[in-house]
């Protein structure tokens, strides 16, 4: 497993390069990515792309490969391997199959993004890409708006500034928060104030939604939310997949023992809704 460089070239370490120009085969999540990597080394060495959508029928032929003794390097487009990127599958099978696994540690955006971001990194969880649709994003914040623990995102550029809005929204608009933009590239920028600041000045600031973003967001004050809290969100989750958030909403106040109005406003919060209405 190797760590690459998310931008600067430099911080490739020596073990990294050694390991990549050793390996009999290097499984790639884009070859071309990996093949430029590897020209700007001047070194060419055996290619093969395990991505979303070929890697499980990748997994025989390299264990295959790794029967016969080749050593295989994993590398994805840039950073740490399987942090919301291919491989987990391959990883899992070679340790199954008992064979030796090991990392060649390096740059990782989340990492990267909290060492700078002036936000408590003691304690965070990484939840990768936030959901694309409004509505099943908006219900995803609504359940994290709790959270004491520092929160990590990646964002595409086109969906900055929609995703910082229902941002402000489900944390308030006062949460802080940084939002790293091409980070060890020429062009880095780290932006930091409250999310309602980074909204506005996402959608007047072209040059905020370029580029490779990674969003640290300050978890929630106080404590973590009570059992009660915990068991009714579990609940809505499930229920409102299925039933109208009225319907929802009565056979979960039963179950958690609260009241029904109170559960009826946050399902309609976990699904995404704005006071009942319909979702944009």
Do not use: W
């Not at 264990?63 to 291919?86: Q, Y």
């Not at 408590?120 to 099943?136: I, N, S, T, Y």
Request: include cysteine; proline fraction near 5%; charge should be neutral.
């Amino acid at each position: 497993m190797v760590a690459t460089p998310i931008g600067n070239l430099g911080d490739l370490s020596p073990r990294a390069r050694a390991t990549l120009l050793e390996a009999d085969l290097i499984v790639a999540e884009d070859t071309r990515r990996t093949g430029q990597l590897l020209a700007a080394l001047g070194e060419t060495r055996p290619l093969v792309s395990l991505h979303a959508h070929n890697e499980r029928s990748r997994v025989a032929g390299l264990l295959e490969r790794l029967r016969g003794g080749a050593r295989i390097a994993l590398v994805s487009d840039a950073g740490t391997p399987v942090l919301s990127d291919p491989g987990f599958e391959l990883v899992q099978a070679a340790v199954q199959a008992g064979f030796d696994v090991r990392t060649v540690p390096g740059v990782s955006a989340i990492t990267a993004a909290l060492s700078i971001a002036a936000i408590p990194a003691d304690r965070f969880c990484f939840e990768g890409f936030l959901p694309a649709k409004p509505r099943e994003r908006r219900g995803r914040l609504a359940q994290l708006a709790q959270e004491p623990r520092t929160l990590v995102f990646f964002e595409a550029p086109h969906r900055i500034i929609e995703s910082l809005t229902d941002l402000a929204a489900a944390f308030g608009s006062e949460r802080r928060a940084a939002v790293g933009r091409e980070l060890t590239k020429v062009f880095e920028t780290m932006y930091r104030g409250t999310l309602g600041e980074l909204a506005a000045r996402a959608s007047c600031e072209p040059d905020f939604a370029r580029g490779e973003l990674t969003l640290v967001v300050r978890g929630a004050a106080g404590e973590e939310p009570a059992e009660g809290a915990c068991e009714l969100d579990r609940l809505l989750t499930v229920l409102t997949r299925e039933l109208p958030p009225a319907k929802a909403a009565a056979i979960a106040a039963q179950l958690a023992g609260v009241r029904r109005a109170d559960a009826y406003r946050r399902a309609l919060v976990l699904a995404g809704r704005n006071d009942g209405g319909a979702d944009a």
